[in-house]
């Protein structure tokens, strides 16, 4: 059974960070997109962040323009595990993060095959 596991959601003030994990069982992702997208009360889903496998042990991330400079993803394959560094965070950053893998590598157009039960992160002013 593939299952992913998100944590480190919180409530923190404008400007702090925050570190988000998602840990994946049940196959194996490495040629596969992992990622984040986020959903808001009220707001549609938005992708956040992907990283592509590009070859050998090559990975591409790529980023939503309104976290584009203050987010970074990883990945650690060792140990199933997809990061999100959230800096300089805003109030409209606000939402349930969700972690996804697409098998068909189309994240970025927020086609996915599976997603974790998401975190809540609540950036105050």
Not at 13 to 33: E, H, I, N, W, Y
Not at 69 to 85: E, H, K, M, W, Y
Not at 97 to 115: F, G, K, Q, T
């Amino acid at each position: 059974q593939v299952q992913l596991v998100e944590s480190g959601g919180g409530l923190v003030q404008a400007g702090d960070s925050l570190r988000l994990s998602c840990v994946f069982s049940g196959r194996t992702f490495s040629g596969s997109d992992m990622g984040w997208f986020r959903q808001a009360p009220g707001k549609e889903r938005e992708f956040v962040a992907v990283i592509s496998w590009g070859g050998g042990i090559k990975y591409f991330a790529d980023y939503a323009d309104s976290v584009k400079g203050r987010f970074t993803i990883s990945r650690d394959n060792a140990i199933n595990t997809v990061f999100l560094q959230m800096n300089s965070l805003k109030p409209d950053d606000t939402a349930v993060y969700y972690c996804a893998a697409s098998l068909n590598n189309r994240l970025r157009m927020m086609e996915y095959d599976y997603r974790g039960q998401g975190t809540q992160v609540t950036v105050s002013s």
